[in-house]
């Protein structure tokens, strides 16, 4: 059991499709991931209910591991603090971490969660990405679509969206 807390990823979420016509249970499911509209991003770790959940609206999100990198840049462009204000490096002060990037570390790094910070808004909202998806967003990733598991790419998706 300790091996598996050992190998703790963060991972990025990004709801690409709408529910209109989905399941109750993928609609339940998005809620509790706080998803409510399509090209808003979460912040979650690998436990094994967070996956479970990731399975059950796999057909409507994409997800992957996120690096650090990636993660100060949404951080600085799209972080919010409760009142809709930007994240700032004073802000961050605020909260214990000497900087943004000393933020997307820990979050990176699974000793914080983002989602639990106090005064901080735990959904990311992202632009459209810039030249469009790829592929179609009703079609896993794996066979040429957007959703579902994509890995490390999900890096690339999100520069795209910061």
Same mark, same amino acid.
């Given at each position: 059991m300790t091996e598996k807390t050992a190998e703790r990823k963060c991972f990025a979420v990004v709801k690409v499709?709408?529910?209109?016509?989905?399941?109750?249970?993928?609609?339940?499911?998005l809620e509790l991931f706080r998803l409510a509209h399509?090209?808003?991003? /979460?912040l979650i770790d690998n436990r094994p209910s967070f996956?479970?959940?990731?399975?059950?609206?796999?057909?409507? /999100?994409?997800?992957?591991e996120i690096s650090k990198e990636t993660l100060a840049l949404m951080l600085q462009k799209r972080g919010r603090l409760a009142g809709g204000k930007k994240l700032t490096d004073e802000a961050v002060e605020k909260l214990g971490y000497k900087s943004?990037?000393?933020?997307?570390?820990?979050?990176?790094?699974?000793?914080v969660e983002y989602q639990k910070l106090p005064d901080v808004q735990p959904v990311f909202k992202l632009h459209p990405p810039k030249k469009?998806?790829?592929g179609k967003i009703k079609k896993s990733y794996v066979t040429g679509g957007e959703a579902g598991y994509r890995g490390e790419a999900i890096n690339d998706l999100i520069k795209r969206m910061a």
């Amino acid at each position: 059991m300790t091996e598996k807390t050992a190998e703790r990823k963060c991972f990025a979420v990004v709801k690409v499709r709408g529910t209109i016509s989905a399941q109750r249970e993928a609609r339940e499911t998005l809620e509790l991931f706080r998803l409510a509209h399509t090209n808003h991003a /979460v912040l979650i770790d690998n436990r094994p209910s967070f996956m479970g959940m990731l399975y059950r609206v796999q057909n409507y /999100v994409t997800w992957g591991e996120i690096s650090k990198e990636t993660l100060a840049l949404m951080l600085q462009k799209r972080g919010r603090l409760a009142g809709g204000k930007k994240l700032t490096d004073e802000a961050v002060e605020k909260l214990g971490y000497k900087s943004i990037d000393a933020l997307a570390e820990a979050i990176a790094d699974c000793k914080v969660e983002y989602q639990k910070l106090p005064d901080v808004q735990p959904v990311f909202k992202l632009h459209p990405p810039k030249k469009g998806f790829k592929g179609k967003i009703k079609k896993s990733y794996v066979t040429g679509g957007e959703a579902g598991y994509r890995g490390e790419a999900i890096n690339d998706l999100i520069k795209r969206m910061a």
